[in-house]
């Protein structure tokens, strides 16, 4: 099965909190909203998500991350219902040398950071892998970005390296039941 179809239709959350985000796949006309959301980001959590100092994105990051597509690169945005801002996204993109494997990144604006937006965007974001053949994430963490390393732990089974100042994750997508209970929630079960 294809990814097509999954999330064609935005999908409506609610966060831990109370509040709600629509979730559905980024599209072409969302540049806009990245280069807002990058703006929305402090200072530290842009070098957490880029692993170093950046001051804003150029125009080929801007077209790489509005022009995510096919199965071998998906991304997901969360917008804020009220406003239609940007406030999270979550992608991966399938590794040439190995068709099991991809490399996934969340990123959440700090306004929306500890509310369930990250783990709602990387478990829709799993299931879209899966469906694509996909087996196992890998991802580039700083030591002291405990909170994506939480989300990532929360996939499956996880192994860990470090060097060079950075931790390599690799996590294994363990199959799921396909019906999501929201971020937080219990999975339905068949």
């Known amino acids: ?4 179809g999954l999330m064609d239709v935005p ?3 609610a966060l ?3 509040p709600r985000v629509h979730i559905r796949p980024v599209r072409r ?3 806009d909203r990245f280069e807002d959301g990058f703006t929305r980001l402090s200072a530290e959590s842009r070098y957490r998500r880029f692993l170093g100092f950046k001051k804003r994105l150029t125009e080929e990051e801007l077209a790489f991350f509005s022009e995510a597509e096919g199965p071998g690169h998906q ?3 969360a917008l804020d219902p ?3 801002e940007g406030v999270g996204v979550a992608r991966y993109v399938r590794d040439d040398d190995d068709d099991d494997t991809a490399e996934a990144s969340v990123v959440v604006v700090d306004a929306w950071q500890g509310r369930g937006v990250g783990w709602a ?3 829709r974001l799993a299931m879209l892998a899966r469906a694509a053949g996909i087996r196992r994430f890998v991802a580039t963490l700083l030591p002291e970005n405990r909170a994506m390393l939480h989300l990532f732990e929360r996939l499956g089974r996880m192994e860990l390296r470090s060097g060079g100042g950075t931790l390599e994750l690799s996590v294994e997508l363990e199959a799921r039941p396909a019906a999501i209970a929201g971020p937080a929630g219990p999975r339905a079960r068949a």
């Open 1 to 4: 099965m294809g990814t097509q």
């Open 11 to 13: 999908e409506l959350i």
């Open 16 to 18: 831990r909190d109370g």
């Open 29 to 31: 006309g969302d540049r």
């Open 75 to 77: 991304a997901l945005g």
């Open 82 to 84: 009220a406003t239609g």
């Open 121 to 123: 965007l990387l478990e």
